[in-house]
């Protein structure tokens, strides 16, 4: 999505685990550390990722009527995956000369591709899920066992064509930064509001990795070299400040999901009783040993006074407002206590990344799950398992999250405007 307002998490692809916080502090402290962030992040991981989950009548498992060639890999199976990567790999190219099957053949995942995509643009799709799905059952995971249950669209003004661009997932993978509008008022307000979300993102990646997020200004520096791989690309990591450090498509993708896994455990910090909070907080200062880390300024509390807890609370309750999550859905989520310390931001024109989303379970009329639902700050900003993301790198599209330099963080969206004739 670029340009006009639209904006939706989930995935099993696990990014690498950030430094592990050391066993601290005495035997005293055991029942604190109990809920330290280590617990907190393998919570996260644990979160039910959202089943998958077809849309509409077919179930999903429905038998291709024209089945692509016989493979009977079965990609699970313990002899299978017993054998070393290159032995793996033969056997899949032996067992499946023709690759594997999608469940339901022309369709992403599932979706149908829009009617107005182009023939390039639909094969590049249909390539992605096929590297994607080989990808899967090289690590052991059924291929079939993906279904994207979130629609894949696009519209007449889309960049840089209707038919050359979709977005997937429009609700759970929001534009989460650099939005540009054409509209001077909304231009304004989507920098205005940048500069609030930036401080927002920043709290969210120290508390829960230890690091600077990437999303205010390392997915901005991103190029990609000339002559290089398809997933290659080169950026300034905010860790390093060194500009062109070479990095890929996978790696930036593992440094957003690390953002949005984050992002889901943060606001979960709102559902803990202050008992608990305080001993996220105690746990947190335990382990964070960068004293060049300017606290304050990121308003993370360094002790756990009811003082300091309460006015944590209050400042992640606050954030949520900042990211776009409505006072009715924290309400919903986090109840009225919590609801009622959120002090409302400025509003700007245009729209903060999670605005226009809806109470968690949110129906039609008709009873069907609204897709607005799966758009809440505490749901993370990406939907996406890695093995699609970088498939749909490796055929050559680009993606809005990391490839739109200075107007990056449009995770729904992918094109094809680098590709020979698309
Ligand atoms: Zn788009």
Redesign the pocket.
């Known amino acids: 999505?670029?340009s006009l307002a639209t904006r939706s998490p989930t995935a099993p692809a696990k990014p690498p685990a950030p430094p592990a916080r050391p066993q601290a502090a005495g035997a005293g402290n055991q029942a604190m550390l109990r809920r330290s962030p280590v617990l907190r992040r393998d919570t996260q991981q644990q979160q039910p990722q959202q089943q998958q989950q077809p849309q509409g009548g077919t179930g999903g498992r429905a038998k291709s009527p024209t089945p692509a060639g016989p493979c009977s890999l079965n990609c699970t199976d313990p002899a299978f995956t017993a054998l070393d990567a290159a032995a793996r790999e033969a056997k899949l190219a032996a067992d499946c000369p023709q690759g594997l099957t999608p469940t339901q053949p022309g369709r992403f995942f599932g979706q149908p591709i829009p009617a107005a995509s182009s023939a390039k643009l639909r094969s590049k799709l249909l390539e992605a899920q096929a590297r994607a799905m080989k990808a899967m059952c090289l690590a052991g995971q059924d291929p079939t066992a993906y279904q994207l249950d979130r629609a894949i669209t696009t519209y007449a003004s889309?960049s840089p064509g209707e038919d050359k661009?979709v977005?997937i997932d429009v609700q759970g993978q929001p534009y989460i930064a650099h939005e540009h509008s054409s509209d001077p008022d909304k231009e304004s307000g989507e920098r205005a509001t940048d500069k609030e979300t930036g401080p927002v993102f920043q709290r969210i990646a120290y508390w829960g990795l230890y690091r600077k997020s990437v999303i205010p200004k390392g997915i901005t520096t991103v190029t990609k070299p000339p002559k290089s791989g398809a997933t290659d690309r080169n950026w300034t990591d905010p860790e390093t400040g060194t500009p062109n450090t070479p990095t890929t498509t996978g790696a930036l993708y593992d440094k957003l999901k690390q953002e949005s896994d984050a992002m889901q455990s943060y606001f979960a910090l709102l559902n803990k009783t202050d008992k608990e909070l305080a001993s996220e907080i105690f746990a947190f200062n335990a382990v964070n040993t960068d004293g060049s880390v300017d606290l304050a300024k990121l308003e993370i509390p360094t002790d756990q006074t009811d003082a300091s807890v309460q006015a944590f609370r209050k400042r992640i309750a606050t954030d949520y407002l900042i990211l776009g999550g409505s006072k009715a859905q924290l309400k919903d989520f986090a109840g009225d206590t919590n609801a009622g310390l959120a002090k409302a931001p400025a509003s700007h024109a245009g729209d903060r990344p999670f605005q226009g989303g809806a109470l968690a379970g949110a129906t039609t009329k008709g009873g069907q799950p609204l897709a607005a639902a799966n758009r809440r700050p505490e749901l993370g900003f990406i939907s996406l398992p890695k093995e699609v993301v970088v498939a749909l790198t490796e055929v050559g599209l680009v993606w809005?999250a990391i490839d739109f330099s200075g107007e990056s963080g449009?995770v729904?969206?992918f094109d094809c405007r680098n590709v020979p004739g698309c």
């Open positions: 999505m670029r889309h661009a977005d809005g449009d729904m969206h």
